[in-house]
């Protein structure tokens, strides 16, 4: 497993389909996940700081987890299946550890309401899925707006269908 970074949520248009976006910690490698408005908006919501006034199904799940003493210890996306991604919940409750499956919206979606849950992306998605976008001529790492840029343009060209194997 690869240890990744939540970016953010974009919107691809013209389709106007949400994608969240991780990024390889110590690489160079994006994955980008299709993912749906709810999700997309309870992520852009927590990375944002807002607070609605009655908890969203997310915040409710935090609190919920809180409340029974459950600690999520990381989210693993694990798989890409006929263009499918799937997640587990690696939780961690009176010293049993747990594994749940999840929609990686919905996993990354809680992480993002936690401090410090690691996200990780296996090898494997990463090479089926994933974007490799390098540092610029001079070995620098690529400037935040320009990484967008460089994944809106590749938004503009690529589909879900790119996404599903042979």
């Known amino acids: 497993m690869i240890e990744m970074e939540l970016v953010g949520v974009r919107v691809e248009l013209p389709a106007n389909q949400p994608i ?16 749906g408005a709810v999700e997309a908006t309870a992520i852009a919501f927590a990375l944002q700081g807002v607070d609605t006034p009655r908890p969203l199904t997310h915040d409710l799940f935090v609190d919920v987890l809180g409340e029974i003493g459950v600690e999520v210890e990381a989210i693993h996306v694990t798989e890409l299946r006929e263009g499918t991604f799937y997640a587990e919940l690696h939780l961690l409750a009176d010293g049993e550890r747990y594994t749940v499956s999840a929609r990686p919206s919905d996993a990354i979606a809680l992480a993002s309401r936690l401090e410090d849950v690691p996200i990780f992306g296996a090898e494997g998605v ?18 935040p707006e320009e990484e967008v840029r460089r994944f809106r343009d590749f938004l503009e060209e690529v589909t879900p269908e790119d996404f599903i194997g042979p």
């Open 20 to 35: 969240v976006l991780l990024k390889e910690k110590t690489g160079t490698r994006y994955l980008p996940i299709w993912i």
């Open 126 to 143: 990463l090479e089926e899925a994933g974007l490799e976008i390098e540092p610029d001529a001079e070995g620098e790492d690529v400037d």
